[in-house]
């Protein structure tokens, strides 16, 4: 069955534009989370949903990313006036109810330039 | 908040020998430890995980062990194979809001020379 995809692939983006990542769980999972993954890091948290409800955004670094579930399936992750420090893969990853492990999709790997 | 620490940072072995890699952690309120492997331009994948009301978990050639009063658990891999090469990351889980926040350790590369 089709994974958790993720869209673009790859964003290069001048410092000081916005960019919108989007995050297609798969089918049914409740449960939807965004980590930040500098190279040569490991995955660091930004928020987590369950359904549309964000019940955790204490990851988010700034009041310029920001992130929306309004219908509890696709997942969209907005950076505002980017800067050179944003450069990273974005991860997105679901769960089913009631289970711990996480699938992760592929990320998005942006670049600010 | 929580801290993990991860090593080795590489980690190179020959087919077939066994491979060790350990974590620590800081927070007393995580409770959940998953490993993930990752390979080049992909997303992590679990490979193993532990609660905490569990000393030790085998998948086949796959062992994880934790010790909640020392803080630190770690991951074995026996008969390593050249497909094993990939970065493993440990990670431990805290809870919020129904799920687990995982918070990660840096990544060990780990090669597997045939």
């Known amino acids: 069955g089709a994974g958790v995809s993720q869209s673009p692939r790859y964003k290069v983006a001048k410092r000081g534009q916005d960019v919108a990542l989007r995050c297609d769980p798969i089918s049914g999972h409740v449960s939807l989370f965004w980590y930040q993954q500098a190279l040569g890091q490991g995955p660091e948290f930004l928020t987590y949903f369950q359904n549309e409800a964000q019940l955790d955004k204490s990851g988010l670094p700034s009041d310029r990313f920001f992130a929306e579930r309004p219908e509890g399936s696709v997942s969209t992750l907005k950076i505002q006036r980017t800067q050179q420090e944003d450069s990273a893969v974005y991860l997105c990853?679901?769960?089913?109810?009631?289970?711990?492990?996480?699938?992760f999709g592929p990320g998005t790997r942006l670049t600010v330039t | 908040g929580e801290n993990v620490e991860q090593h080795p940072s590489t980690l190179s072995v020959q087919e077939g020998d066994s491979a060790v890699i350990k974590c620590t952690y800081s927070d007393s309120a995580s409770n959940y430890f998953p490993w993930y492997k990752q390979e080049l331009g992909k997303g992590p994948q679990l490979i193993i995980d532990?609660?905490?009301?569990?000393g030790e978990k085998k998948d086949q050639r796959i062992a994880v062990t934790l010790n909640k009063t020392a803080k630190h658990f770690s991951l074995h891999i026996t008969e390593t194979q050249p497909e094993d090469s990939a970065v493993y990351f440990c990670?431990?889980?805290?809870?919020?809001?129904?799920?687990?926040?995982?918070?990660f350790g840096r990544g060990t590369s780990l090669i597997v020379h045939p």
């Open positions: 990670a431990a889980s805290r809870p919020s809001g129904g799920s687990y926040i995982p918070t």
């Open positions: 990853a679901s769960s089913p109810r009631g289970a711990f492990t996480e699938y």
């Open positions: 532990i609660r905490s009301n569990v």
